[in-house]
């Protein structure tokens, strides 16, 4: 069975642009959660979703926004790339949010 | 105050030692504790799980909560070079889990 699966693995972007990061949810599995890992630190909780609908968010600004399909893959989306923005993007399934989570393997995104 | 302090690190250890990595928590809310470990530039993999003071072990490991103290802990026994990694604590209050920063372990041949 396939684990968390996260495309693309890299990206590059400059400041100002916007990207669109993707996840698909283990087999199963409602619940999505988003997290931003900057260097040296531990992952920081930007979103869950749970059955389409935002269960929580993060303190995170708005230009960082998700969505959750009827399939339970997952957009993150954030507008205005600012350079602080650059970190592995996480994406986490759980069966219902409040339980063990398991992650991707991440997208590392750097912005110049 | 973090809600969730772990030291950093790094923590290296000979081959075979047993290995101790800790966390304190803050908030008394927070119902699951969970450490997960972390090899460069992969996402973080679960390794052990629990909801109840006391101890829960699994192979080599062996997981401790203190909810009294609020202070959770890891133990690695006989450890192996393939250990070296990023150990992190992780504690779940409803929808949002919270990380502490990663302890970096290097386990020496």
């Known amino acids: 069975d396939a684990g968390v699966t996260q495309s693309p693995t890299h990206l590059i972007k400059t400041r100002g642009q916007h990207v669109t990061l993707r996840c698909s949810p283990i087999s199963g599995h409602k619940s999505v959660s988003w997290y931003q890992q900057v260097l040296g630190q531990g992952p920081q909780f930007i979103f869950q979703?749970?059955?389409?609908?935002?269960?929580g968010r993060g303190n995170f600004p708005d230009r960082f926004s998700a969505r959750q399909f009827p399939n339970y893959s997952s957009e993150l989306n954030v507008n205005a790339l600012l350079l602080g923005d650059s970190a592995l993007y996480l994406c986490a399934s759980s069966s219902d949010g409040q339980e063990t989570q398991y992650f991707g393997p991440g997208t590392r995104l750097l912005v110049l | 105050q973090k809600e969730v302090e772990q030291d950093p690190g790094p923590l290296s250890v000979p081959e075979g030692a047993i290995v101790s990595l800790n966390c304190t928590y803050s908030?008394?809310?927070?119902?699951?504790f969970m450490w997960y470990r972390q090899y460069s530039r992969k996402g973080p993999e679960l390794l052990m799980y629990t909801y109840s003071s006391g101890n829960k072990e699994d192979g080599r490991f062996t997981a401790q909560v203190d909810k009294s103290s609020k202070y959770i802990s890891l133990f690695i026994r006989d450890s192996q070079p393939s250990d070296s990694a990023t150990y992190l604590c992780a504690m779940n209050r409803g929808f949002k889990t919270i990380f502490g920063a990663g302890t970096r372990l290097f386990v020496k041949a």
């Open positions: 979703y749970y059955e389409k609908e935002e269960r």
């Open positions: 908030n008394s809310a927070f119902q699951y």
